[in-house]
């Protein structure tokens, strides 16, 4: 039996405004699989490169006056489309899609049934393998771990559409795929968390330097293992993988008491806890002490907000969340070190670097719950975030659209007051004896806990 796919109308409304009579467009398939089941939130135009020189930078990068500077080059044949293009606006798309949510696949726009020519097929599941291989070399993106992806071709000609799935890992053979728009919209739970990080990582005095990057790179390895063990508690409990969320989130209660109704639970967000394991001990009685040069601290607190379907479980609950945040902080570590032009030294002024990665935002998809997210540096705001909606996602957004406060940013002179040791300051790619310390702060989340642990105290009295 073949799979079945479900999207909303709206969906196919915007993929006969991509119809062109002599033109052939290519976007991606983002939803979540669940079985032999695949719910579509969104379909995502893959912008056309603007010329034959192209260069990562150039998809992501702004468009205001491209109009007056090139030429877009349409794409006349599904053999003209480029590959490596289609399998890096996934990369950056996957980066912006809550946790257990990815690229299912490609649709194709175009004035003939691409799925009747060989050559087509052929193509579309190198692209296929392109974009399977570029995930794969980002694996804390999650979003390299699904087998069988769709193809949707679309004619621009009959307006008529038809839907495969293929595996790409094994024979690559289509198989047929039941796609199915849908009038009402699909019911998603809500999972939200908060994640307080505060980790300490020692740079030994006798290891090889190692630049910024790959000291941030060993950070998120450790910090995704201590993710995937963390115990996850859903509504203050501990439940069984196979329980239903609908039921957990029927049996609601709210403030005043009164368990929520179903139409009422659907609109309620279910609240996740996760307890990270503690580091381990030595349990060896002999005490090593070893010489650091260097410090790193990961202090803050992340934000987490993650749709899995109204039929899933919590097993497939867990696992979103757990993929949501690694994919978060993979994202945002990502950007940040490929933001910094040269490594960042000492002066001697000061012998603590506050490193502030960009903060989490998030967007609703248009007639939707489901959000997605940006990610905004230290002196950025909303016009950012709707700039990157339009260029990777074909969204027009408004302003007040964008949830910008699940997030603060960081105060730099809570930071740089604890450093009152006089040492001397190192450059972290050189031999040195001298201390160094960085500080990773994900959030401002100082004042947000001590009005928490205020509220909670005289709740407790009261």
Same mark, same amino acid.
């Given at each position: 039996? @073949?799979?079945?796919?479900?999207?909303?109308?709206?969906?196919?409304?915007?993929?006969?405004?991509?119809?062109?009579?002599?033109?052939?467009?290519?976007?991606?398939?983002? @939803?979540? =699989?669940?079985?032999? /089941?695949?719910?579509?939130?969104?379909?995502?135009?893959?912008?056309?490169?603007? !010329? +034959?020189?192209?260069?990562?930078?150039?998809?992501?990068?702004?468009?205001?006056?491209?109009?007056?500077?090139?030429?877009? =080059?349409?794409?006349?044949?599904?053999?003209?489309?480029?590959?490596?293009?289609?399998?890096?606006?996934? /990369?950056?798309?996957?980066?912006?899609?809550?946790?257990?949510?990815?690229?299912?696949?490609?649709?194709?726009? !175009?004035?003939?049934?691409?799925?009747?020519? *060989?050559?087509?097929?052929?193509?579309?599941?190198?692209?296929?393998?392109?974009?399977? #291989?570029?995930?794969?070399? $980002?694996?804390?993106?999650? !979003?390299?771990?699904?087998?069988?992806?769709?193809?949707?071709?679309?004619?621009?000609?009959?307006?008529?559409?038809?839907?495969?799935?293929?595996?790409?890992?094994?024979?690559?053979?289509?198989?047929?795929?039941?796609? +199915?728009?849908?009038?009402?919209?699909? #019911?998603?739970?809500?999972?939200?968390?908060?994640?307080?990080?505060?980790?300490?990582?020692?740079?030994?005095?006798?290891?090889?330097?190692?630049?910024?990057? #790959?000291?941030?790179?060993?950070?998120?390895?450790?910090?995704?293992?201590?993710?995937?063990?963390?115990?996850?508690?859903?509504? @203050?409990?501990?439940?069984?993988?196979?329980?239903?969320?609908?039921?957990?989130?029927?049996? /609601?209660?709210?403030?005043? @008491?009164? +368990? *929520? $109704?179903?139409?009422?639970?659907?609109?309620?967000?279910?609240?996740?806890?996760?307890?990270?394991?503690?580091?381990?001990?030595?349990? =060896?009685?002999?005490?090593?002490?070893?010489?650091?040069?260097?410090?790193?601290?990961?202090?803050?607190?992340?934000?987490?907000?993650?749709?899995?379907?109204?039929?899933?479980?919590?097993?497939?609950? *867990?696992?979103?969340? +757990?993929?949501?945040?690694?994919?978060?902080?993979?994202?945002?570590?990502?950007?940040?070190?490929?933001?910094?032009?040269?490594?960042?030294?000492?002066?001697?002024?000061?012998?603590?670097?506050?490193?502030?990665?960009?903060?989490?935002?998030?967007?609703?998809?248009?007639?939707?719950?489901?959000?997605?997210?940006?990610?905004?540096?230290?002196?950025?705001?909303?016009?950012?975030?709707?700039?990157?909606?339009?260029?990777?996602?074909?969204?027009?957004?408004?302003?007040?659209?964008?949830?910008?406060?699940?997030?603060?940013?960081?105060?730099?002179?809570?930071?740089?007051?604890?450093?009152?040791?006089?040492?001397?300051?190192?450059?972290?790619?050189?031999?040195?004896?001298?201390?160094?310390?960085?500080?990773?702060?994900?959030? !401002?989340? =100082?004042?947000?806990?001590?009005?928490?642990?205020?509220?909670?105290?005289?709740? /407790?009295?009261?």
């Amino acid at each position: 039996m @073949g799979r079945t796919v479900y999207a909303e109308e709206r969906l196919h409304t915007y993929l006969t405004s991509l119809a062109k009579p002599d033109e052939y467009m290519i976007g991606l398939i983002l @939803g979540q =699989s669940i079985g032999q /089941k695949d719910y579509i939130v969104h379909l995502a135009k893959t912008p056309p490169p603007l !010329g +034959k020189n192209v260069v990562e930078e150039t998809l992501i990068s702004s468009t205001t006056n491209v109009q007056q500077e090139t030429v877009e =080059s349409y794409i006349k044949s599904v053999r003209d489309i480029p590959e490596s293009w289609v399998a890096d606006h996934a /990369k950056h798309v996957t980066k912006m899609l809550p946790g257990g949510m990815q690229v299912l696949g490609v649709f194709i726009v !175009g004035p003939d049934d691409t799925m009747n020519d *060989n050559t087509n097929v052929q193509k579309i599941k190198s692209i296929l393998v392109a974009i399977q #291989k570029n995930l794969a070399h $980002n694996k804390y993106l999650c !979003g390299n771990n699904i087998e069988e992806h769709l193809i949707l071709s679309f004619s621009s000609i009959t307006q008529k559409y038809i839907c495969k799935s293929i595996e790409t890992n094994k024979t690559g053979m289509l198989k047929p795929a039941e796609w +199915k728009f849908q009038g009402k919209a699909t #019911k998603w739970h809500q999972l939200e968390a908060l994640v307080n990080f505060d980790r300490l990582f020692l740079i030994a005095a006798d290891k090889d330097p190692e630049t910024l990057k #790959k000291q941030l790179q060993d950070i998120l390895k450790s910090i995704s293992h201590a993710i995937e063990s963390a115990l996850i508690v859903i509504e @203050g409990e501990l439940r069984y993988p196979d329980d239903a969320l609908e039921e957990i989130s029927k049996n /609601k209660t709210d403030e005043k @008491g009164y +368990k *929520n $109704n179903e139409k009422n639970s659907n609109d309620k967000s279910i609240q996740i806890n996760l307890y990270i394991p503690c580091q381990e001990k030595n349990t =060896s009685s002999d005490v090593r002490i070893t010489q650091c040069s260097a410090s790193i601290r990961l202090i803050g607190q992340l934000a987490s907000r993650t749709f899995v379907h109204q039929r899933s479980n919590v097993e497939e609950a *867990n696992v979103a969340v +757990k993929q949501d945040i690694i994919r978060s902080l993979a994202s945002r570590l990502e950007m940040h070190w490929d933001s910094l032009i040269e490594e960042e030294s000492g002066s001697p002024e000061e012998n603590i670097t506050l490193h502030e990665p960009p903060r989490r935002v998030l967007i609703a998809l248009p007639e939707s719950k489901v959000t997605l997210s940006d990610y905004l540096f230290p002196g950025e705001g909303p016009q950012e975030a709707l700039l990157s909606l339009q260029e990777l996602l074909d969204l027009e957004v408004q302003e007040c659209n964008v949830q910008k406060d699940i997030e603060l940013q960081a105060d730099p002179t809570e930071f740089y007051c604890q450093s009152e040791i006089d040492v001397k300051p190192i450059d972290l790619g050189k031999d040195s004896s001298g201390n160094h310390q960085t500080i990773i702060y994900i959030t !401002g989340i =100082s004042i947000a806990v001590i009005i928490l642990i205020i509220a909670i105290v005289i709740h /407790k009295l009261y």
